[in-house]
């Protein structure tokens, strides 16, 4: 009895940990898919000019990233939607929706221009967020794990 | 339907049902629909002769449909705006008229859009069936028609019928209107057909010919500054099929005379409905055949 409530605590403990931190690796997946996404835009400006839904569907883009380019460009979808998504700060959301409304809207030399600063911010906050899922992600495994130690201590 | 991601569902919707062939929005001005050869106006109860009832599109509206047009993503299809058309799925045309904005001398977009035309095709096979035996192969065949008389339609079945019978056929679909290749799939059955879209057809006759080994070219509205490249292709062996506007043979004779391309002229009408096959004419301007099926 007393094994399989420590195996529950520990198991629960450490799955919390990881959920915890899974909000960092989302958040480096999702500025990675937004910095890719404007590399193979601008390219495309330059070569095949796909339109936007071919290159989201043609890339391995994160879940996340797809929904939020969908929900800015449709005028249908309200963008309340953008505020479920936990790891975007205010700050990113308005970027995002602004990228996502003038992206499509004009002829490629003035998308390309529109691109660079988007491109420079996606590159900025992709290193923040390595640096923090490098940090706090694996700080929150591992306190998950510790917690989950402790208090099968506590219950032996 | 063919314009459900273009247009509101209930217009769209109205178009697919009662077959529109062509819609003109306006800014500031209710909705006109050719539905045969009946104009009407879109009304959100369907299509009616009154325009009280009709809907008055909004500049902001205009503005939706271009760029539901464009699939969210005008600088793909901004060389054809700057051009005055677009041509999205399913062969859908779309004129688009504005200011022109110019940059150093060169044009750059279109602002200010005050007026899309909507034009809706169709395809009607067999069409060329009873003018075939007097134009198949190796007949160089000029198709002439004021606008809106079916001279693409016309065209794109007898790409069909060449390439039914065998014939390589080539089609230089400049503005995407005779195959309507998307995603590298054309929206009509067209057997042994290769097609070269959005090429300038000077272009697309000198690598075709030396790449693709047609028998037969298929192109649409062929201008007057084409000619001479016209004439080098059918020197080349090759049996073109082309269109050009024109309102009757005497103006067409005049300008293709000097460059004697063409072994047949086929001259449509729209009068009593829309494709109608008048007559066939040799090069000289000499009748042939008269139809009349009305």
């Known amino acids: 009895m007393t094994s399989i409530a420590c195996i529950i605590v520990m198991g629960s403990c450490v799955l919390l940990g990881f959920m915890y931190a899974s909000k960092y690796v989302d958040a480096e997946k999702f500025f990675y898919s937004f910095s890719m996404f404007c590399q193979q835009f601008s390219a495309n400006l330059g070569y095949q000019q796909h339109t936007i839904d071919q290159i989201l569907s ?24 953008l505020h479920t998504i936990r790891f975007l700060n205010d700050t990113d959301k308005g970027y995002i929706q602004d990228f996502f409304a003038s992206i499509g809207r004009s002829d490629a030399q003035t998308q390309a221009v529109q691109l660079q600063f988007f491109s420079t911010y996606a590159s900025q906050r992709l290193i923040e967020c390595q640096q923090e899922s490098k940090n706090k992600g694996k700080m929150s495994q591992k306190l998950g794990i ?5 208090l099968c201590i506590l219950i032996i | ?50 325009m009280t009832s009709a809907i008055v599109v909004d500049e902001h509206q205009l503005h939706d449909i271009l760029y539901l047009a464009c699939q969210k993503s005008v600088y793909a299809y901004n060389e054809q705006i700057v051009n005055g058309y677009l041509t999205i799925e399913q062969g859908v045309r779309i004129g688009v008229c504005g200011m022109l904005v110019h940059c150093k001398g060169v044009v750059t977009a279109i602002k200010d859009v005050c007026s899309l035309v909507v034009r809706i ?19 160089n065949t000029l198709i002439i028609s004021p606008p809106l008389a079916g001279k693409t339609t016309l065209v794109r079945d007898i790409a069909r019928w060449l390439g039914e019978h065998s014939y390589n056929c080539l089609i230089v679909d400049e503005r ?69 506007h024109a309102g009757c043979v005497e103006t067409a004779l005049s300008r293709v ?14 009068t009593h409905h829309l494709g109608e096959i008048v007559a066939v004419f040799d090069g000289q301007g000499k009748l042939l055949s008269t139809y009349n099926d009305h």
């Open chain 1, 146 to 150: 510790i917690v989950g130690l402790l």
């Open chain 2, 121 to 139: 095709p169709y395809e009607v096979k067999h069409a060329c069936d009873k003018i075939m035996r007097l134009i198949a192969p190796p007949y």
């Open chain 1, 58 to 81: 043609q890339g391995n883009y994160s879940k996340h990233f797809v929904d939020c380019a969908l929900i800015s460009m449709s005028s249908n979808q309200s963008t309340e939607r």
């Open chain 2, 257 to 270: 005379a000097n460059y004697y391309c063409f072994d047949r002229l086929v001259l449509l009408d729209r």
């Open chain 2, 176 to 244: 995407c209107e005779i195959a309507s290749v998307t995603n590298g799939v054309s929206q009509y059955l067209l057997p042994n057909c290769d097609v070269l879209s959005g090429f300038d057809k000077s272009y697309a006759f000198d690598i075709g010919i030396r790449s693709l080994a047609p028998d037969c070219i298929v192109c649409d509205e062929l201008q007057a500054h084409e000619l001479p490249r016209v004439k080098q292709c059918i020197g080349c062996g090759v049996t073109l099929y082309a269109t050009m």
């Open chain 2, 1 to 50: 339907m063919k314009l459900d991601k273009v247009l509101p569902p209930v217009w769209a919707n109205i178009v697919d049902n009662d077959h529109v062939n062509e819609l003109r929005l306006r800014v500031g001005q209710p909705i006109r629909a050719l539905c045969g050869n009946q104009w009407c106006y879109l009304s959100t109860s369907g299509l009616s002769s009154s």
